[in-house]
């Protein structure tokens, strides 16, 4: 394995700045929103988690493609990611359950990467200005052409993106034979979750994103979910009113990251956009329920209004995040559904957060009993 070779290349940011780095392997031009991820490992998971899609990755962690990939570790079936900017990117890896290098994974997507960017300032720079569009490229010698190209991105807030990775067709995970069926409605669903679904006992027919309550019953499900997924809330109106319909039936609903969001203006909570947005694996969440804390994976650039939850006498605030105060779960107070901003199957992360679907698997059961 040689090296790879390196072109020069900028990362320029929609309010003009702009950044060094190398090409690696592959030159040209990809835009996208500019965020950054903390995590120290997980980098697989991450470029192939579809709630990534349309947004530059600047990974905070020194080193990439130190341990190769895994067919096993892959969130979806391709690289959801825009671009990647990294300080160092390692054509070289040790991990016995790797089966592959990380650059020939990202080539046949043919992304571009940036490397030996100086990624301490760059995300110092967008944690104190915020996220940003942003254009990654070797064909800098035309300035003028990059900022109108930039200029035409449009902006994250209001942008739709969950039929750009949504099923195209239904599909089937688990066993048949499985006790409990449950209809999930794909956002971007990843794959971690519907693992955790199948590993206790959940046969799970996924649908697309704009399926509707009576295209989802038609399962026979025993409860229903709504899964994590890219872009704004807002524009998701036939996910909203599917979700406001699940509810209206009196269905177990359990809803993550997007899927939360997508709960909340169910009922009337406004949604916004962060000024960062939370993308890590040590997340500091508050359980009000238990009162204790848990350390959890986090992906969303938007999140629910705290002012407008707290008005609704209807819906109790279950999780908070210790750094920001920002809403991180809730449930209703009679009706079997709940919701959590994070990522409790991790892929990558800890897994303080599993017990969620424990408890979904719970709600559902009860819900059974009575209704026997």
Do not use: W
């Amino acid at each position: 394995m040689g090296y790879l070779e390196k072109k020069d290349a900028i990362v320029l940011l929609e309010d003009g700045t702009i950044f060094h780095g190398k090409a690696v392997g592959k030159g040209g031009t990809a835009t996208g929103e500019i965020c950054f991820n903390t995590g120290t490992t997980g980098y697989q998971e991450i470029f192939t988690d579809p709630s990534y899609f349309g947004q530059i990755m600047v990974t905070t962690n020194a080193h990439i493609g130190n341990y190769g990939v895994s067919s096993k570790d892959d969130e979806s079936d391709s690289i959801k990611i825009a671009g990647l900017v990294c300080k160092n990117f390692s054509e070289v890896f040790s991990r016995e359950l790797a089966d592959g290098d990380l650059h020939s994974m990202l080539l046949e997507s043919e992304l571009i990467i940036l490397s030996d960017v100086d990624t301490r300032a760059l995300v110092s720079y967008i944690r104190d200005n915020g996220s940003m569009n942003a254009v990654i490229s070797t064909e800098f010698h035309d300035l003028k052409s990059l900022k109108k190209l930039l200029s035409d991105i449009p902006s994250m807030k209001g942008l739709e993106l969950a039929s750009k990775v949504s099923c195209k067709e239904p599909y089937y995970f688990g066993d048949a034979d499985a006790a409990i069926r449950i209809s999930a409605l794909d956002l971007g669903i990843k794959k971690n979750i519907l693992r955790n679904l199948a590993s206790r006992g959940v046969y799970v027919k996924v649908y697309p994103y704009d399926s509707t309550f009576e295209d989802m019953k038609k399962f026979k499900p025993d409860g229903y979910f709504l899964s994590n997924g890219p872009g704004d809330p807002e524009p998701l109106t036939n996910a909203i009113q599917t979700a406001k319909d699940i509810i209206s039936g009196g269905e177990p609903l359990f809803g993550i990251c997007l899927g939360h969001q997508v709960i909340a203006l169910a009922n009337d909570i406004s949604t916004y956009k962060m000024h960062n947005g939370h993308r890590g694996i040590n997340h500091p969440i508050m359980n009000v329920e238990t009162g204790k804390g848990e350390i959890t994976s986090q992906n969303h650039g938007f999140a629910i209004d705290r002012n407008d939850t707290e008005a609704n006498p209807d819906i109790l605030i279950t999780h908070y995040h210790l750094n920001d105060n920002t809403v991180a779960g809730i449930k209703h107070i009679s009706k079997p559904f709940f919701s959590v901003q994070y990522h409790p199957e991790a892929g990558p992360g800890p897994n303080d957060a599993t017990y969620l679907f424990d408890e979904f698997i719970n709600l559902i059961k009860i819900s059974k009993e009575t209704n026997i």
